[in-house]
Every structure is written in structure tokens, then in C-alpha cells.
């Protein structure tokens, strides 16, 4: 970042499990007094995921002068949004496809900040939706999500791929968060971004949908966890995911 002061960088979710601890209770822990001090130092920008959503309500207080650098989803650059990836799993039987991605949309499209509207005030007052849809939002960002086992995934041989010669695979709720990410450049009177920079899966990989207008690259940026440390960079037209070790 010292070499490069242009550069976007951005956390793609779940910093840390507070599954089990509140983010006061991280926050007076010891081991992560240089993680948070970094953190509000460089000014990192993050995504909120479904491991860390206190964060929608709750954000360090080291970053209370900043909270919009904890948003559900963010338009990185006009071409390229950020969002963590668990919006894909929102389940709901009593509620069809198009409903559950109009409400994704709504409560992913960054117009209400922690610190300064907490999700339930934007639910209640903004959100125009019947009482089972706005209680999926609550369950979607109130409660624990488990996140999807690793798994294997098979190269996508669909026609019309962006690059006809990239490494596509097949990867789960694509077009779901297409679908999210349409809505909410829609919302926000942008176009449809090009790249989706996304995780939570815990597995590098590239996809594509076609839900948009154009096709739309999937960049899955992976994780650090398990003894794992992947790190997505991207410039010019290349984005490149290393193993740090």
C-alpha cells in the first residue's frame, strides 16, 4: 500500500468469528490489539460476513470515525463490486426465487452505515416487504450461517464466456449473486459491474453468469483459514490469487 497509495484494498468478510464472542469481547482481547490498531492505521476497508455481521451493528471502536468502511456490499470502482458471497445461500420455502433476491438486494445495497442505522431500524422503516420477508433478512444477517464445506468444482463448458480461454468452473449460487449484485447496481443507478469479487466458500476460483446485461466475471478470492493464506491481487485486465505461506 506504501508503494502503491492508489490501490483499493479490501477485505472480503468474515475477519474475524465473533460466532462466540461479541466485538467488544474481541476487541479487549490482547492477541488482536495489532490486528485492530493495523487495521485503523491503514484504513482497511471491509466487507461484512456472515461470521462477523456484529459489524452491521457493532464496529471496532478503533474505526468509529470510519464506519463506512463496514459495509455489506461496496462498488470498489465502477467496474468492480465486493461482496462476501453467504447472500447466495438466503433460503426460503415460503418464498419464491425473485423475492429472496429483491430482499438480498435491499439489505446488501450500502445505504445504511453501523454506528449510524442499525439493521433492524432500516428493515423496519425502509424495507417495503411482508413480515416473513423481513424476518428472512433478520435470519440472513441476525443469526449464525454456517459456512459451505470445500468442495471440488467441475470446469463450466458453457458458450460465451468472457475469455473462452480462462479456467472457469462451475461455482455454487453464481448467478444467485449476480442476480443480488444486478439488483443493487439497479438500485444504485450504476451499471452492472463487470467483476464480483466474492469469498466465503474458502476456495479460489473463477465463474461467470450471464444474468446481467454482459457477462459477469466471479473472482472467489479464497481465504485465510485452516492454515491457508490466500491473497487476491488484480491489475490491469489480470487478478491473480497466491498462496502465502
Request: proline share 7%.
Amino acid at each position: 500500500m506504501e508503494r502503491h497509495p492508489d490501490a483499493c484494498v479490501v477485505q472480503l468478510g468474515d475477519w474475524f468469528d465473533l460466532w462466540r464472542a461479541s466485538s467488544e469481547a474481541v476487541q479487549a482481547a490482547p492477541a488482536y490489539q495489532t490486528v485492530l490498531e493495523l487495521d485503523a492505521a491503514i484504513g482497511l476497508r471491509h466487507i461484512v460476513g456472515n461470521h462477523d455481521a456484529t459489524f452491521v451493528n457493532d464496529i471496532p471502536r478503533l474505526r468509529r470515525d470510519d464506519p463506512s468502511a463496514f459495509r455489506l456490499g461496496d462498488f470498489l470502482m465502477p467496474s468492480v463490486f465486493a461482496i462476501h458471497g453467504h447472500q447466495g445461500h438466503i433460503a426460503g420455502a415460503d418464498h419464491d426465487g425473485f423475492d429472496e433476491i429483491v430482499v438480498a438486494a435491499a439489505t446488501t445495497v450500502a445505504s445504511f452505515f453501523p454506528g449510524v442505522r442499525t439493521i433492524e431500524a432500516f428493515i423496519d422503516s425502509d424495507l417495503d416487504a411482508e413480515d416473513a420477508l423481513k424476518a428472512l433478512v433478520q435470519e440472513t444477517f441476525g443469526t449464525a450461517k454456517g459456512d459451505p464445506p470445500p468442495a471440488a468444482r467441475p470446469r463450466d463448458p458453457r458458450t460465451g464466456a468472457p475469455d473462452p480461454e480462462a479456467p472457469f468452473v462451475v461455482r455454487e449460487n453464481a448467478d444467485v449473486i449476480a442476480a443480488i449484485v444486478a439488483n443493487v447496481a439497479t438500485m444504485a443507478k450504476r451499471p452492472m459491474p463487470k467483476l464480483v469479487l466474492v469469498g466465503h466458500s474458502h476456495n479460489p476460483c473463477v465463474a461467470w453468469s450471464n444474468v446481467g446485461d454482459a457477462p459477469t466475471i466471479l473472482a472467489d478470492a479464497g481465504a485465510c483459514v485452516f492454515g491457508r493464506f490466500n491473497l487476491l491481487l488484480g491489475a490491469g485486465d489480470r487478478i491473480t490469487v497466491f498462496d502465502v505461506s
